[in-house]
């Protein structure tokens, strides 16, 4: 029995890995359209948590404004920042608001959630 696999078959298992991320934040695209928040919110942390950039700001968002989850204004921080950091010009913005709704502790809090966050992530500390 030949026990090597065929590269058909590994190319695409290969490409099955790799799939989901993308799959994850067009299903949150395609959720939020429809109207369904809570399947939007987990596709979209499905997505960033797999390092999708696209779904840092949209997952943001979710948080910010109680989309889908709860409103959480240090995860709103955590992940406007990540957006930020991948490039998005008015996350700043956005993540400063979220910092507004926060206490100074709280900041402080989100600050170290949002570098714990980016070194998870392996996104640069600083924006070129």
Not at 15 to 26: G, H, K, S, Y
Not at 96 to 103: F, G, K, Q, R, V
Not at 107 to 112: I, P
């Given at each position: 029995m030949n026990k090597k696999i065929p590269a058909v078959i590994l190319f695409c298992l290969t490409?099955?890995?790799?799939?989901?991320?993308?799959?994850?934040?067009?299903a949150g695209i395609d959720a939020n359209r429809s109207g369904d928040r809570v399947t939007a919110f987990n596709e979209f942390q499905a997505a960033a948590r797999d390092q999708d950039e696209r779904a840092y700001g949209k997952l943001a968002s979710m948080y910010l404004y109680g989309l889908g989850t709860e409103k959480n204004y240090e995860q709103a921080y955590?992940?406007?920042?990540?957006?930020?950091l991948a490039g998005e010009n008015e996350a700043e913005r956005f993540r400063?608001?979220?910092?507004?709704?926060?206490?100074?502790?709280?900041?402080?809090?989100?600050?170290?959630?949002a570098e714990a966050q980016r070194l998870e992530l392996g996104l640069a500390k600083k924006r070129e």
């Open positions: 490409t099955l890995a790799l799939a989901p991320a993308a799959a994850d934040f067009e955590v992940w406007f920042h990540m957006a930020y400063d608001a979220a910092a507004s709704m926060l206490s100074a502790t709280e900041v402080s809090n989100a600050r170290e959630a």
